[in-house]
């Protein structure tokens, strides 16, 4: 595939999510599934209603076909009623299992051109790449995120999932990776700089979670036996010899040493399976895979992101990326060194993150490697807390109380980590400074990132009142959203930051097959439900289409 690519110099400024999503695309495939936006048709009278927005559309929503915007409107309408994003799930089930003839077929239909449409912009990688070269012309990076995923509960922990269908999501993440380089490719050739594009991995996509989470109880309990800092809130910290359990090779005779069970470690319980031998072997397969992805990721040119999971499965992620970082994340003698590799996820709504932050980034200085971070609020909250209570686990619950704690260990990372930022690129080897993906779709957030680079010096300020990247930092500061949400956020960044040619502003592109994408749409409706129903998010993509469509309608300028 030849994606057409034009030096940075030709890409505008304003609004350009908006005119990328103005180039739509027709979906082929139909399967039987449903979603919650069968009832968004029902709350177009409430999307109507509301206060009048003051603030003029932006250039590029003019370029919006009308139907699109109704589409759009329709589908934020429904993001913005709080108790039908609380009854989606439900809703989701009872549609694509209904008996009666042609509802599911008739909830697909529904769904592929409402829902799916607004927030995935193909089922195959091919069909993402154009969107995403149109992207990378308007200055805006792409991380693509194949969606198969074991959701918590999914799966009872022995159950084994199909070979061949684990085989084949691996085989979507390099093929990913591969067309993510040969953009890439593209954009170098094309005069551009490469370092904008990532790809997303879900290890519960590869890998069996009941294996995930007896790992995870075992090495809960082995990091209690040889604590960093026995006062981190579940699920703890992660150490170079977590690979006693994650990395050791078949054969291996190491015993992993846990502490005794009346101790009950960071919520432990007595019932909870720990991982056999065989499961261990598993793990060590799963490891060695995530290795040859992270070999293809580097020899394209590609970042790889460990995305987050369930408290439940966490401590092997967290191992995962760990040691991962420690391997790819450094310079090879001979070679260029272009910054971190690897990013790990952090979780803001989990108690550990400020000594989480604090650990991770001193692990990196002292072992001579580069931190990529991706720092989020959280995806899991909700369900992890109920799993929490509900499995009886001894203790207080690994969550901030509530969403104010959480906003604020979100903006004291901004603020730390921009400033370890600049710390760092004043030391002897500034290439080893940590680089960061801010995903938020508040605004604030986004503020706070803006006045925080101010603040230590990162940025110039330049004569048409936009703010220049110091060059070391070009390439190490991303804000990101996902496709589909909270553009205004995105095109605010593309305006107001001159990145140096490499992209600050990211989305995070899902596809997948209508079956894996919807449940995925409906788990971030419903996990950003604060932003979706509060003045921002869906509110105010709302009320942004609502003033383009009544300027045509009035045929004003």
């Keep these: ?50 206060s009048n927005d003051k603030d003029k559309p932006e250039r ?60 995935v912009p193909g089922e195959t990688v091919e069909e993402c790449m154009p969107i995403l070269a149109q992207m990378h012309n308007q200055n805006v990076g792409g991380a693509l995120n194949y969606c198969a995923e074991a959701e918590q509960g999914e799966l009872d922990h022995t159950a084994v999932r199909d070979a061949k269908e684990l085989n084949r999501c691996l085989a979507e993440c390099y093929k990913g990776i591969e067309e993510l380089g040969k953009l890439e490719d593209q954009i170098e050739a094309a005069g551009g700089r490469r370092g904008a594009s990532a790809f997303a991995v879900k290890v519960t996509g590869l890998l069996d979670n009941g294996v995930l989470v007896r790992a995870s109880n075992t090495l809960m309990r082995y990091r209690s036996v040889v604590p960093v ?9 992660p150490t170079s010899t977590d690979d006693i359990v994650v990395a050791c090779g078949p054969g291996s005779t190491d015993l992993v040493p846990i502490c005794d069970d009346s101790l009950q470690p960071l919520g432990r319980l007595h019932s909870d ?45 967290d191992a995962y990326t760990l040691l991962l970082c420690q391997e790819f ?39 001579g490697y580069s931190l990529g971070m991706k720092i989020v609020r959280g995806a899991y909250i909700d369900q992890d807390r109920a799993a929490w209570y509900h499995e009886g686990r001894p203790g207080e619950d ?3 109380p509530d969403k104010p704690a959480t906003d604020k260990s979100y903006n004291d990372a901004i603020d730390h980590i921009i400033s370890q930022l600049s710390s760092q690129l004043a030391l002897s080897k500034p290439e080893l400074a ?59 960044v593309v305006e107001k930051f001159d990145s140096r040619g490499i992209p600050m502003s990211l989305k995070y592109v899902a596809y997948g097959t209508l079956a894996e994408v919807v449940p995925f749409l409906a788990r971030r409706a419903y996990e950003n439900k604060s932003v979706m129903s509060g003045s ?11 003033s383009e469509l009544m300027r045509r309608v009035l045929g004003t300028q």
């Design 1 to 50: 595939m030849v994606l057409k690519l034009f030096p940075r110099g030709f890409a505008t400024a304003t609004s350009a999510i908006s005119t990328i999503r103005a180039q739509t695309h027709t979906h082929k495939q139909t399967l039987n599934y449903a979603a919650p936006v069968l009832l968004a048709g029902g709350c177009l009278a409430y999307a109507f209603s509301g």
């Design 60 to 119: 590029g929503i003019r370029a919006v076909p009308t139907r699109d915007l109704i589409r759009g409107y329709l589908v934020y309408a429904a993001c913005s009623i709080p108790a039908l994003i609380d009854a989606s799930p439900a809703i989701l089930h009872a549609f694509g299992s209904s008996p009666i003839p042609g509802l599911p077929a008739l909830a697909n239909t529904v769904v592929r051109h409402t829902f799916f449409a607004q927030f």
């Design 229 to 237: 800092d026995d006062t981190v809130p579940c699920p703890g910290l």
């Design 273 to 317: 399976e720990y991982a056999t031998d065989d499961d261990r072997e598993i793990l060590y397969d799963m490891y060695q895979k995530l290795r040859h992805m992270a070999e293809l990721a580097r020899d394209r040119g590609v970042k790889l992101v460990i995305d987050a999971e369930h408290v439940e499965t966490q401590p092997v992620l």
């Design 329 to 367: 994340n450094k310079p090879r003698p001979g070679q260029k060194f272009s910054g971190p590799l690897i990013f790990g996820t952090f979780q803001s709504y989990l108690r550990r993150q400020p000594q989480y932050i604090r650990y991770m980034l001193n692990h990196a200085q002292e072992n």
């Design 398 to 400: 690994p969550m901030w």
């Design 434 to 492: 940590p680089s960061v993906i801010f995903a938020t779709h508040n605004a604030d957030s986004v503020d706070t990132i803006i006045d925080k680079l101010q603040k230590y010096g990162l940025v110039d300020p330049t004569e048409d009142d936009r703010l220049r990247l110091k060059d070391s930092v070009a390439g190490k500061v991303f804000i990101a959203q996902l496709y589909g949400m909270r553009d205004d956020l995105s095109d605010k």
């Design 536 to 546: 921002g998010g869906a509110v105010a993509e709302r009320k942004r289409i609502r």
